[in-house]
């Protein structure tokens, strides 16, 4: 069991040797113990299952849909803690999260004599904001959310405590935007908006960001105008950025459920059939579509081919435009704390929605799925929908302390997917839990591997499990994993792991006896045990291009298997 050999060593690494401060660890060994005895034997009673993956069958591109993700509001980014969010996620590099997309970016932006022929702006809080996030390796989904303010007005924006609602409104000059001049002064703002990020940024750079009209219109604390006034302002956005550069990307509506409400649906008939505010001509440009569906992978799919089967049956000039869903969470509410959020279940949500997502909605299919978010870079405890768990320091003390989650630990194993995806047999008393992603890039095979049990998701969170976890250890999966079509010859095999035991940090934190603030000792600690942990690597033979594997899976779990050629 090299899982528990590492946690047992790092337990004890450093620590003083006198009775007191061995009882903790001695009790976090022995959980881990107990838990190591449960697993194996339950696996000895599991039934196998047989896995088949062939390489020498057609391939086709893995579409890299998964890399994006989201937070709320842009002002946050002016604490150090959201700053280190940001560079962190920013490291794991493109394969792993390549866009970023805040809420109420224009809320960073002050103007004055909007109502003239010379506006002026003050760039400065957005320019900080955006310098960050660039600066990290980050693209933008550029909401246009927010309104500038007016330069009198020396007040914060001040929004609910999980930074969703906006309490507090700076007076500004767009304050209804049912007003005709109202919709042509915006479309002044977005161009020179435009205008100045490409001269910051760089042309080609912003040509590479994503604009997107603002957050769930059809919520009134996002969105409090009307839906005509909506279609206007989005005309307004459209032909702004194109004044600016006409190789802007812009879409919508970003709506949240339900999946077809009055908002996306209008939008498509806007875009399709009605008239540009500015133009007078029929139609609109969209460049993609984009919705919220929050959901388990499976039913998330079922639910965003409404909105794309809805496009085929009554618009289908906008069949074919990319797809977005850029809040693809498991339930609504970021800081609502549920148990599954600290740990490996989520990890093997969002591999599960990658699988899911490239066998039912790829071209292949007809569907032109551009990319899903996880809506998931606040400022959060471990039970809340974050990437880290945030510690602070003593009380009046500055400092802070992240810890990974494994929700983005686990993207370190799918940024080892190579670029061609692979098909595999898994038999179909698994399919609602259990998956394998194979892939192949230049001298290696990697196989993603998922075990994740379909437990209902509490609408009521709840920060502990009671009985998902027993559920869970019944789903644990021992299986021969044929795998075909290798390079013959010496290889090096090797297995990274995320589960209960490897790569979690929150199972080490619970037998430390979940500490508010961290020593030196224990941040250390947790910091050693942020990464999949390599459960295997040893070298294997492939002479006739075969490779048995005999494997457990615990669940929850993702596992990457990688064979890499050895010498030419």
């Excluded at 003083?16 to 113990?33: D, E, F, G, H, R």
């Excluded at 007016?150 to 767009?174: C, I, M, W």
């Excluded at 969209?286 to 959901?295: E, L, N, P, Q």
Aim: hydrophobic residues 35%; contains cysteine.
């Amino acid at each position: 069991m090299p899982s528990i050999r590492i946690f047992v060593r790092l337990i004890f690494q450093g620590i003083p040797m006198n009775p007191s401060s061995l009882l903790a660890p001695i009790a976090i060994v022995a959980a881990a113990l107990t838990l190591a005895y449960a697993r194996s034997s339950e696996s000895l009673s599991a039934s196998d299952a047989q896995v088949t993956v062939d390489f020498t069958q057609q391939s086709k591109p893995l579409a890299e849909i998964w890399n994006s993700t989201g937070f709320s509001p842009a002002d946050i980014v002016s604490t150090p803690e959201m700053r280190a969010v940001i560079r962190d996620v920013g490291r794991l590099g493109n394969r792993s999260i390549k866009y970023i997309r805040p809420h109420y970016l224009l809320n960073l932006v002050v103007a004055r004599d909007m109502g003239t022929d010379h506006p002026q702006y003050d760039w400065s809080l957005l320019d900080k904001t955006l310098d960050v996030i660039n600066g990290s390796g980050l693209k933008l989904i550029f909401e246009l959310m927010g309104f500038p303010a007016d330069g009198s007005d020396t007040a914060a924006s001040a929004y609910d405590k999980n930074f969703q609602e906006q309490l507090v409104h700076r007076k500004s000059y767009f304050d209804d935007l049912s007003k005709p001049d109202q919709i042509r002064r915006w479309r002044l703002f977005v161009k020179d908006l435009a205008s100045h990020l490409e001269v910051r940024y760089g042309r080609s750079e912003v040509r590479t960001w994503l604009f997107e009209t603002t957050n769930e219109p059809n919520l009134t604390h996002f969105w409090t105008f009307s839906r005509d006034a909506f279609f206007n302002y989005y005309d307004a956005c459209s032909e702004g950025l194109k004044e600016a550069d006409p190789k802007l990307s812009f879409g919508g509506p970003g709506t949240a459920a339900p999946e077809l409400n009055s908002f996306f649906t209008g939008l498509m008939d806007h875009c399709d059939r009605g008239r540009n505010f500015f133009t007078g001509e029929k139609g609109v440009r969209i460049d993609f579509v984009s919705v919220h569906v929050k959901d388990q992978p499976g039913q998330m799919i079922a639910r965003e081919m409404k909105c794309l089967d809805y496009l085929r049956s009554h618009h289908p000039s906008l069949k074919s435009k990319p797809f977005i869903n850029d809040e693809a969470d498991p339930v609504v509410g970021w800081a609502k704390p549920y148990w599954w959020e600290c740990g490996p279940w989520y990890a093997a949500f969002v591999v599960q929605n990658i699988d899911l997502h490239q066998r039912l909605m790829g071209p292949d299919k007809g569907v032109n799925y551009r990319l899903f978010s996880n809506d998931h870079t606040f400022l959060g405890t471990w039970n809340q929908r974050t990437t880290h768990a945030l510690f602070r320091g003593q009380p009046g003390e500055p400092g802070f302390t992240l810890i990974r989650k494994p929700v983005l630990s686990v993207l370190e194993l799918i940024s080892g997917l190579g670029d061609r995806l692979f098909p595999a047999k898994v038999p179909s008393s698994l399919e609602d839990h259990f998956g394998v992603i194979p892939s192949m890039g230049p001298g290696k095979i990697s196989i993603l591997v998922y075990n994740q049990t379909p437990i209902p998701i509490d609408k009521h969170p709840k920060p502990e499990p009671d009985k998902e976890l027993e559920e869970m250890k019944s789903k644990e999966v021992r299986c021969s994993l044929m795998i075909r079509g290798l390079p013959p010859g010496r290889a090096l095999l090797k297995v990274q792991r995320i589960d209960e035991q490897c790569g979690n940090p929150y199972r080490l934190w619970v037998g430390m006896g979940k500490p508010e603030i961290l020593s030196e000792q224990q941040t250390s600690m947790l910091k050693r045990v942020e990464a999949p942990e390599t459960i295997e690597s040893r070298e294997i033979s492939c002479p006739d291009q075969t490779q048995a594997l005999k494997m457990t899976f615990p669940s929850p779990s993702v596992s990457l298997i990688t064979i890499e050629k050895i010498g030419s």
